[in-house]
């Protein structure tokens, strides 16, 4: 064999670990082989990560040796042995004596070597009767002589029989005794019978191999095209730049330098990836040339090699066309960018940036809020960036906005001429308002954008709407709405709770009369819906939450009187946030989290908290507890971790007196229900104190003793006016 041959042969022979021609090579299930020694070194504990995939794979019982043999690895390394020892390229030795004698022959069935009176011994043996010994010199002169080894029938690992059956049921290799055992009943036949028909299988499912070695090898040519156009276009960019700064003094070199890195960054990141592609093309093109190999050396395996590998190579064959279906339909384009000269000679001379069309559906824009209040700017950067998502630029671009829900408004766009566009609007209207951004006049991904502009709490005054049940409502205290637009509110002298649509509407009535029974109530207070509508009630006296579906069915409970982590006393206030369902726990002292379906998670503000009345959780996951004790509103992580907290005891501005209720709106805006001062408090995000309404009495827009307060989607308020028996609607401020 040629020296190049040789070592084409002997690098795809090799084990990748020890560089060596396999010895007893295992197959890992992610299908890459290795020696059973080397896989022995590799293994930590009961696991091996495959140093090429760096997927791991465990260990079997029985140890390394119980990985799948690679008989095909192993016969093409017993032909490459034998062909070089043949053609003289490596010693051969008698395989019999440990005599220096001359070899003179060679035994396909025994893959042995023998010298002359080996082979003699060998030849008129009765036990190795039949086997045709081939002489040496004959091998060497003949190349129709067959060289090939006879194939080894392998070995059931548990009974140490020959695998001569094959289980189809099992899609594997079985001996005899395996049949009347754990293959009983199952559909098995002999090798010899069912090989022919796997073999054909196999030959069909590795048909595509050919084609898809020339597929790749076309991707590979236009991948490596475009590689060389993009240098190509990097080194055009670099001339623009070059061009424009050399009017330019030498005072200001520094900044040229600086935006011809930024070009080779840019090439670089983006080359990058035409690298990563191309190498996942060669590797394929590798793949598939090995698969190639063991193709064509079904043709020559034995009927246990090709059924003990057949999973193995249909696996590998499935990757290999996923991967190959992958590589051809990605479209590979290169990168579109040049230098544009800035307008304004200070401070910045030029910057770089995509000179290709936008594309709308790739456009985004940043900062735009969800919530805003009615007369105050909102303001959003509009991006456009191309079909590779990289920011582009042209002059030609048009970039627009269009307002659908209010009156009028002004709308300003900025260009800041570097693919960025600064859109503001000022809107006096309250309400929903879609917010349209066009590129081109089409719309870009996420166009129309929905804002809620809502009031602001300087202006609350008188309620608009009093609801109390035609003058049954007992004693009103938490309020929850819904996702569906139903509300609720817990009715604690009354022992039960409200159900109202979303237009204040009664529909329904939970738990009728006083009790501890499944559905029924004594004194609830908190309330609150997780996501799928379902309503959670804190009932106080009884101690547990209990849970209702949407339709107010009862669902479960848990929480039960007690002082360990899993109980509650006297429960307050409550509300559902991502799965988890926050509960203040008056009379331990902390707040309680226990997952919707009852289990419990964990503590909140042991070390903080002495008699926690309500929880709120803003829109950065921020947890609120007020403390009627202390008077303070303590800051959490929804986690746990202690943040901080706000205000004071007393009857002046942003002070309080036994606050029973909290929330927080969309805009991150907190109400507090004040209960001694009769009144609401309203915070910003900061705890700076914004606003109060309300004051002692019965009239409108008065209170006695607010025990609750909530704010809807629409930015309504609903105050729960306890000793007035009623609820008071603000929705007209």
């Not at 995939?53 to 040796?65: N, T, Y």
């Not at 080359?271 to 040339?289: D, F, N």
């Not at 360990?564 to 559902?576: A, E, F, T």
């Not at 926050?582 to 998670?601: C, E, P, Q």
Request: hydrophobic share 30%; with cysteine.
């Amino acid at each position: 064999m040629a020296a190049k041959e040789v070592k084409k042969a002997t690098d795809n022979l090799s084990c990748p670990v020890c560089y060596q021609l396999f010895k007893n090579p295992k197959y890992l299930p992610c299908h890459h082989s290795y020696c059973e020694e080397c896989l022995e070194k590799m293994q930590v504990g009961s696991k091996i990560t495959c140093p090429e995939c760096r997927r791991e794979a465990a260990v079997p019982a029985g140890g390394v040796k119980d990985f799948d043999n690679a008989f095909f690895i192993n016969r093409m390394v017993d032909e490459f042995v034998l062909k070089r020892k043949v053609e003289g390229e490596a010693e051969v030795k008698c395989d019999e004596c440990d005599e220096d004698e001359l070899v003179v022959g060679y035994c396909p069935d025994c893959n042995l070597f023998f010298c002359h009176i080996c082979n003699e011994s060998h030849k008129h043996s009765k036990r190795y009767r039949g086997h045709g010994i081939v002489p040496l010199a004959e091998l060497k002169s003949n190349k129709d002589v067959s060289i090939q080894p006879k194939p080894k029938v392998p070995v059931c690992r548990e009974h140490e029989y020959d695998l001569k059956h094959y289980c189809e049921s099992c899609d594997v290799l079985v001996c005899l005794y395996c049949t009347m055992k754990e293959h009983n009943g199952h559909d098995h036949d002999t090798v010899k019978k069912v090989a022919d028909k796997h073999r054909k299988q196999l030959k069909e499912i590795t048909a595509p191999v050919d084609e898809m070695i020339r597929g790749l090898a076309e991707t590979h040519d236009n991948i490596d095209d475009t590689r060389k156009k993009m240098r190509k276009l990097g080194e055009e960019t670099n001339k623009e730049i070059d061009q424009h700064y050399d009017v330019v003094i030498q005072q200001l070199m520094d900044q040229r330098d600086q935006l011809k890195q930024q070009v080779h960054n840019t090439l670089s990141q983006e080359e990058k990836g035409i690298t990563a592609r191309l190498e996942e093309v060669e590797c394929a093109q590798a793949e598939s040339m090995s698969m190639k190999e063991l193709n064509d050396a079904l043709e020559k395996s034995s009927d246990q090699e090709v059924l003990s590998a057949k999973k193995q190579i249909t696996d590998r064959m499935q990757q290999l066309t996923n991967k190959y279906n992958s590589l051809k339909t990605q479209k590979i384009v290169a990168a579109a960018i040049g230098f544009i000269p800035s307008k304004q000679p200070f401070p910045q001379f030029g910057l770089l940036c995509s000179t290709a069309k936008p594309d709308p559906h790739k456009c985004e824009v940043d900062d735009i809020p969800g919530n805003s209040l009615a007369g105050k700017e909102v303001q959003f950067t509009i991006i456009t960036k191309d079909d590779r998502v990289c920011r582009c630029y042209q002059e030609s671009n048009t970039v627009g906005v269009q307002l659908e829900g209010v009156i009028s408004a002004t709308i300003k766009i900025e260009d800041n001429g570097d693919g960025s566009y600064v859109a503001s609007f000022i809107a006096q209207q309250v309400g929903q308002v879609k917010v349209s951004v066009l590129v081109n006049q089409e719309h870009i991904r996420g166009s129309p954008y929905s804002i809620a502009l809502r009031r602001h709490y300087t202006s609350v005054s008188k309620p608009s709407k009093i609801v109390n049940n035609s003058g049954t409502m007992g004693s009103p205290w938490g309020i929850g709405f819904s996702r569906n637009g139903k509300w609720a509110v817990a009715d604690f002298s009354s022992h039960c709770v409200h159900l109202y649509n979303s237009e204040d509407q009664l529909v329904k009535k939970i738990g009728d009369s006083k009790g501890s029974n499944n559905g029924q109530f004594s004194g609830p207070e908190g309330i609150a819906f997780d996501d799928n509508n379902c309503l959670y009630v804190a009932d106080c006296v009884n101690h547990p939450v209990q849970k209702f579906n949407s339709n107010g069915d009862y669902v479960l409970q848990f929480g039960f009187l007690g002082s360990d982590n899993c109980q509650l006393k006297y429960p307050k206030g409550l509300i559902v946030h991502n799965g988890k369902v926050y509960v203040a726990d008056y009379s331990n002292g902390r707040i309680s989290v226990f997952l919707t379906n009852g289990t419990f998670h964990q503590i909140i503000g042991k070390q903080q908290l002495r008699s926690p009345h309500d929880v709120a959780i803003t829109s950065n996951d921020e947890l609120l507890v007020v403390d009627c004790t202390h008077n303070f509103i303590y800051r959490f992580t929804v986690d746990g971790d202690f943040i901080g907290k706000f205000s004071s005891s007393g009857a002046d501005k942003g002070q309080l007196d036994s606050p029973f209720s909290i929330v927080a709106d969309p805009n991150d805006f907190i109400l507090v229900a004040d209960s001694s001062n009769h009144r609401v408090s309203v915070f910003d995000r900061y705890g700076h104190h914004i606003h109060s309404f309300g004051t002692t009495g019965t009239g409108l827009g008065e209170f006695a003793r607010p025990y609750g307060v909530a704010v809807n989607r629409k930015g309504d308020i609903y105050v729960s006016d306890h000793n007035n028996k009623r609820i008071q609607i603000f929705s007209d401020w």
